[in-house]
């Protein structure tokens, strides 16, 4: 596979997960936007009543921009800080990325077949048509992104 289109699937990566993280951080707020409220985002988003609490997103948030930060230095993206986090850590970090991905995608598979989704549920359609294919997709940029050498990447 080409090295820009790797290259491509880090940018999409990057910003997929810093947009991801930005929402969490906006839910640290109190707000519940996209939804009404509370229990109708914890239903679409995780399918059961769960926290959207400032204890509960913000790690999240600082997950998902930490894996950002790991994204963007292994396409070196970073400029004079590419070289602080070593390359080591780096495909760490994206394995363990790729694993979360991976593991989504399988229950977003389950559930696309009705395997602890209700069809009738604003989740079953968000899962079938939103969360399963981005993480699939995910999943394969991140794999793309995990698989570039040293040797290869512009400095």
């Not at 930490?66 to 963007?72: M, N, R, S, Y």
């Not at 292994?74 to 394995?95: A, E, V």
């Not at 079953?124 to 993480?135: D, E, S, V």
Request: glycine share 8%.
């Amino acid at each position: 596979m080409r090295f820009e289109t790797k290259l491509r699937s880090g940018v999409i990566l990057a910003t997929v997960l810093m947009v991801d993280g930005l929402v969490h951080l906006y839910w640290a707020t109190g707000s519940t936007w996209p939804s009404a409220n509370v229990k109708t985002l914890s239903h679409a988003v995780l399918n059961a009543d769960v926290s959207f609490g400032p204890w509960v997103v913000i790690p999240l948030a600082l997950l998902l921009l930490t894996a950002t930060i790991i994204v963007l230095a292994k396409i070196r993206f970073l400029g004079k800080f590419n070289n602080l986090i070593p390359d080591r850590l780096l495909k760490s970090g994206l394995l363990l990325l790729s694993t979360g991905l991976f593991l989504r995608s399988l229950a977003g598979i389950v559930w696309v077949f009705g395997i602890g989704a209700d069809p009738k549920t604003i989740f079953y359609w968000l899962n079938l048509f939103g969360y399963t294919p981005i993480c699939i997709g995910l999943f394969i940029a991140s794999m793309l992104v995990f698989s570039l050498s040293n040797e290869n990447q512009a400095s």
